[in-house]
Antibody, heavy 119, light 110 residues
Framework: QVQLQESGPGLVKPLGTVSLTCAVS?????????WGWIRKPPGKGLEWIGS???????YYSPSFQRRVAIVLDTPWDRFSLTLTSATAADTATYFC????????????WGQGILVAVSS | QTVVTQEPSLSVSPGETITLTCGLS?????????PSWYQQSPGQPPRTLIS???SRSSGVPDRFSGSILGNKAALTITGVQADDESDYYC??????????FGGGTKLTVL
């Protein structure tokens, strides 16, 4: 059974960096899928942040392009999200997900982690 | 920047049929947008319902179906049940490695 689990600090100071990790169990992240991050700010809808694969590079939403990076750690089957220059607008629940390259949809999701940006 | 549009809210009585739509602020939705649909209840991760316009994910009841209606993607729920009350999001592929979620539809079952 494939599972994804997010981890990281739940509180980040303004202008700091949101750094999250997604641990994948039951599947190798080097097996030809993309791996993505999506967030949901309180009271708002889902936002795609970006997706990355072992062999296909990374794609990022223009809304985050200048301050985001998604990196795969294939020996440990985990991948990370780094979002710099955080503001209160980055307060959200962050989800990691498996992103199928052929059908271009997210088919497996982590439970999510709430990150608050506050002093 | 292209916006993906959804009805902000819809309401339906149990047993009825409801259709949610997903459009583009400029242009038409086609199969080339690989429309997918997700259901999200409060405090839960999204649940994948439909991919590539009309392929149901494993375990999703056949009451849920996807299609292209005119220039929009559509999610139809037939025989709505009380526990279908949730938020529904569509996701479109806009090409060149870019995906955008719609703003979501809050479905209320009366």
């Amino acid at each position: 059974q494939v599972q994804l689990q997010e981890s990281g600090p739940g509180l980040v100071k303004p202008l700091g960096t949101v750094s999250l990790t997604c641990a994948v169990s039951g599947f190798s992240i080097s097996s030809g899928f993309y791996w993505g991050w999506i967030r949901k700010p309180p009271g708002k809808g889902l936002e795609w942040i970006g997706s990355s694969s072992h062999s296909g590079g990374a794609y990022y939403s223009p809304s985050f392009q200048r301050r985001v990076a998604i990196v795969l750690d294939t020996p440990w089957d985990r991948f990370s999200l780094t979002l710099t220059s955080a503001t209160a607008a980055d307060t959200a629940t962050y989800f990691c997900a498996r992103h199928r390259s052929g059908s271009k949809h997210f088919d497996l999701w982590g439970q999510g982690i709430l990150v608050a940006v506050s002093s | 920047q292209t916006v993906v549009t959804q009805e902000p809210s819809l309401s339906v009585s149990p047993g009825e049929t409801i259709t949610l739509t997903c459009g583009l602020s400029s242009g038409s939705v086609s199969a080339n947008c690989f429309p997918s649909w997700y259901q999200q209840s409060p405090g839960q991760p999204p649940r994948t319902l439909i991919s590539t316009t009309n392929s149901r994910s494993s375990g999703v009841p056949d009451r849920f179906s996807g299609s292209i209606l005119g220039n929009k993607a559509a999610l139809t729920i037939t025989g709505v049940q009380a526990d279908d009350e949730s938020d529904y999001y569509c996701l479109l592929y806009l090409g060149r490695g870019s995906w955008v979620f719609g703003g979501g539809t809050k479905l209320t079952v009366l």
